[in-house]
């Protein structure tokens, strides 16, 4: 009690700042003049305070997203809020990083199943997800710790909110493409006397021979794995290219997310001059000071690109908010390598809830705007009312901006499989229901 009493006294939200005058000659010496200055925290909760300070922890939360849901992957089962299992999944993901120091010779011992469903809760009640090491921890082989479950069954790996370091970032990604024994104690006893440098003596070294020389099939740790989320990374964390370096090792992932991730390198092409032919076909190449280049040439064009040829099993992809480079979709490979993915989420994570009677005929008349072909940005709008926060109003303006981004990738891509005739592909934008 003393401890949190204290805390809270000493904490920034609560201090105050106290100055005193110098002692001044004269009359006025050794008088004390004390000026006390609030914190913002107090100032935004006064009811006294602006309109726009009371909506800055949204405008926080937009801007540092955090994962909402325990079951982001599509197949995981969503737990009763009142169940047993739900409260004791929920007070594990809480009080994470103690159990991973002091129980973590109990944790490889869980059943599958509840190894996936608390990925989903470390997710969103763990400060920073499940982790690197908290990874290792849960899902040791059968060989690495005696009586461990093991991993073979997991079809669902939720990393959301996991990726905090760079150093977990280049550990999951060497974690999931490595075979089981390169992480643990080694699976056969040759190995384990190379590694620990002792000497043991075979009765049959003709058989040890044969042993060595069969060549022993690769088993990756999680070889039925079909559903991960690498969603709401850090900040300058993650990165393409130890993304497309890992892509290949996930060939057989059917549904992934990357919510959040940050825009692919876009770079142009140094010396390439590109100009569209007139005769319609491929641009042809030129050497006028003119420099068109074709989107295909942009760098995050072709990293979508090698993303779609290696996850060529791919149904149901997930960019929630990753609106800054929804247009470098155009670069995948719709029709051939990603000709079977069904589902793409393109939703920003939040909706404008606009609740004055003008802005609501606003927002109602600008969202119907985006799927209008023939929409006349001339005509006269109902203006923005003078009390409403300029800073929200750029966030609106910019959330209509990402959406009509959105309808026209999904328009581009439903074009390109309706010319070869291939299945439709449902988005899902900030405007529908999910």
Known sequence: ????????????????????????????????????????????????????????????????????????????????????????????????????????????????HLKSLFLGYAAVYAESGVGYSGLRALFLTQEEFEGSSGSNDITHLDLSNSLCRKADFDGIRAYLRSPPSSHGPAASPVAAVSRKGRHTYCEDWEKEAEALLIPSPFTPRFPNLTHLSLSHPSSGVVSWAGLLDFAPHAA???????????????????????????????????????????????????????????????????????????????????????????????????????????????????????????????????????????QMKDLVDRWEEVERSAVDTRDYVRGLRASAKGLWCNFVLSRDKD
């Open 252 to 390: 057989t992932l059917t549904h992934l997310s990357l919510a959040y991730w940050p825009a692919p390198p876009s770079s142009k092409p140094a010396k390439k001059r590109i100009r569209p032919s007139i005769f319609g076909g491929d641009p042809l190449q030129d050497t006028s000071n003119d420099e068109v280049i074709a989107p295909e040439d942009y760098e995050e064009f072709q990293a979508l690109r090698r993303l779609s040829r290696a996850m060529y099993c791919l149904r149901w992809l997930d960019l929630e908010g990753c609106g800054s480079w929804i247009p470098a979709l155009r670069g995948a490979e719709w029709n051939a390598a990603w000709r079977k993915v069904e589902t793409v989420r393109l939703t920003q994570g939040w909706v404008p809830a606009v609740r004055d009677g003008k802005l609501a005929a606003y927002m109602k008349r600008r969202v119907a705007d985006i799927d209008a072909d023939d929409a006349d940005e001339t005509e006269s709008l109902p203006r923005w009312p003078y009390e409403v926060d300029r």
């Open 1 to 112: 009690m003393l401890t949190s009493a204290a805390s809270s006294v000493c904490s920034p939200s609560m201090a105050t700042l106290e100055w005193r005058r110098p002692a001044a000659r004269g009359g006025d010496a050794g008088r004390a003049h004390n000026l006390h200055i609030s914190s913002p925290a107090s100032i935004a909760s006064s009811i006294h305070a602006p309109s726009h300070l009371g909506r800055r922890d949204q405008l926080l939360a937009l801007s540092h997203p955090h994962p909402q849901r325990t079951n982001r992957l599509p197949g995981t089962r969503a737990l009763d809020p009142r169940s047993l299992l739900h409260q004791t999944l929920k007070a594990l993901a809480k009080n994470w990083v103690w159990h991973l120091k002091y129980d973590q010779n109990y944790l490889a011992v869980l059943p599958q």
